[in-house]
């Protein structure tokens, strides 16, 4: 997408001046959130939520946002309950039963069409009402997910690569732009999932053309 910048950061890096703050998965949520926090992420996510910038969270970094996480069968650390960052009014239990989905679904919020998955260990419950982030397809309803709020300027999902999708990405970055006074892109744009998948297709002919097929079929199934 045009008039965009990624910076990864690492624990301690300065907040300032950044327009969205991203709050990525982790396979130890506990352990990883007494680590931001002992590097002062707390109170620098606070001051620059304050100070305007929007702040989203993907499954761990969603439950990191929460009041608290529950860890009553121990699974990430001997502690039964940490206390989150208190930027969303959720708390989440983690349990033994992970969960794996591939989902579907749209934003209400942003009018636009949302494809990802689930890939997570727990669940996570709201405080008080709220917009949800999406309404995803579950048998024949649609089911609410995540947290949204254009006011608060927050959100959080557990919705893996919904930023691979060049529409809704396009959408999520007006939305943005129009909180900075900016006008809306609307030239072309790459859409990051079809772009990968087009590049696994190739990947998988190649290997197909090298290599013996048969040979290999015939190995796995010794």
Known sequence: QEDVAVKILLPGDSLEGLDLILLP???????DLAMLKAHGMEEALRKAHKNGTFIGGICGGYQMMGERLKDP????SPLEEMKGFGLLPM?????EKKITLQRKGYSASLNSPVKGYELHRGKTVALQEHDPMFYL???????????FSLTEGLFGTYLHG?????????SFLNMLRERKGLKPLKGPFMDYGEKKEASLNLLAKTLRESLSMEEIYDILHE
């Not at 069968?73 to 990430?76: I, R």
């Not at 397809?137 to 947290?147: I, S």
């Not at 919904?162 to 396009?170: S, V």
Request: glycine share 8%; aromatic share 12%.
């Open 73 to 76: 069968e121990h699974l990430e």
């Open 91 to 95: 708390e989440t239990t983690l349990a």
């Open 137 to 147: 397809e579950k048998d024949d309803t649609w089911e609410e997910e995540g947290y």
């Open 162 to 170: 919904l930023f691979d999708q060049g529409a809704f990405t396009r």
């Open 25 to 31: 998965g982790t396979k130890n949520t506990l352990e």
